[in-house]
């Protein structure tokens, strides 16, 4: 019998799925400050205190908290839509395939991870990614930031709608980061993101990157194992 349990973060495994929160959003680990937190991610605490309005002391910050990451004001200027991202459609299969070198960059860092646990490499999916594509460019096109689609629903009930089977499946994703291994530092200090990273239920994996919209990059993860 099939279990699914929901973890917290935008993170989702069916074990199974997860998610990463939203545009750069960051989960405090212990021993973090804001002072810690802005030098990392290269953004004044002044920026900071005011992208997180409801933090009304600096030092008063707990584990688990979610903290959202301003996005780099240049890396936006740079990001200009096409024409089909401005008529709301998805991205010409000639842009998936440029981002493959940056799914290959992503796979080749999970497995790395996965080795330093002693667990087996997983397998890249053209079917799984094929639906982790569309998951990106739907929230991309959609503007929306969230395991749940308005268009597929569930990220299990988008796999199987696309015929992707599975006993256990799981999903990250992640928005606003611009490179692979940006994203990667977002999921893996990210408790709920990490767990699915490192799940050794799991051998498959699909990587879905779109770029445009509010966020500049969208980025998706989905795994299933039998």
């Given at each position: 019998m099939?279990?699914?349990?929901?973890?917290?973060?935008?993170?989702?495994s069916?074990f199974?799925?997860?998610v990463?929160?939203?545009?750069n959003t960051?989960?405090?680990?212990?021993g973090?400050?804001?002072t810690k937190?802005?030098?990392?991610?290269e953004?004044?605490?002044?920026?900071?205190?005011k992208t997180?309005?409801?933090?009304?002391?600096?030092n008063?910050?707990?584990v688990?908290?979610?903290?959202?990451?301003?996005t780099n004001?240049?890396e936006n200027?740079?990001?200009?839509p096409?024409?089909?991202?401005?008529?709301?459609?998805?991205?010409?299969?000639s842009?998936?395939?440029?981002n493959?070198?940056?799914?290959?960059?992503?796979l080749?860092?999970?497995n790395?991870?996965?080795?330093?646990k002693?667990l087996?490499?997983?397998?890249?999916?053209?079917a799984?990614?094929?639906?982790?594509i569309?998951?990106?460019?739907d929230?991309?096109d959609?503007?929306?930031?969230?395991?749940?689609?308005?268009?597929y629903?569930?990220?299990?009930?988008?796999?199987?709608?696309?015929?992707v089977?599975?006993n256990?499946?799981?999903e990250n994703?992640?928005?606003g980061?611009?490179s692979?291994?940006?994203?990667?530092?977002?999921w893996?200090?990210?408790?709920?993101?990490k767990?699915?990273?490192l799940n050794?239920?799991?051998?498959?994996?699909?990587i879905g990157?779109?770029?445009?919209?509010?966020?500049?990059?969208?980025w998706?993860?989905?795994f299933t194992?039998k």
């Open positions: 099939k279990k699914i349990i929901l973890l917290s973060a935008l993170s989702l069916l199974s799925p997860t990463a929160l939203g545009a960051y989960e405090v680990a212990s973090d400050t804001l937190i802005a030098a990392e991610f953004v004044s605490l002044s920026d900071l205190l997180n309005s409801t933090i009304k002391d600096s008063q910050i707990k688990g908290q979610n903290i959202t990451i301003p004001k240049q200027s740079q990001s200009v096409t024409t089909d991202q401005e008529n709301n459609q998805s991205v010409p299969t842009d998936q395939e440029n493959q070198s940056v799914e290959q960059q992503i080749s860092l999970v790395e991870e996965r080795s330093k002693g087996p490499s997983l397998a890249m999916d053209s799984i990614s094929h639906v982790a569309l998951k990106s460019e929230m991309r959609n503007n929306y930031f969230n395991h749940t689609s308005p268009r629903g569930s990220p299990f009930e988008m796999m199987k709608s696309f015929g089977s599975y256990y499946a799981g994703i992640a928005a980061q611009p692979a291994e940006a994203v990667m530092n977002s893996l200090n990210s408790p709920g993101h767990a699915n990273i050794k239920n799991y051998s498959k994996i699909g990157h779109a770029t445009g919209g509010k966020y500049s990059h969208y998706t993860q989905q194992g």
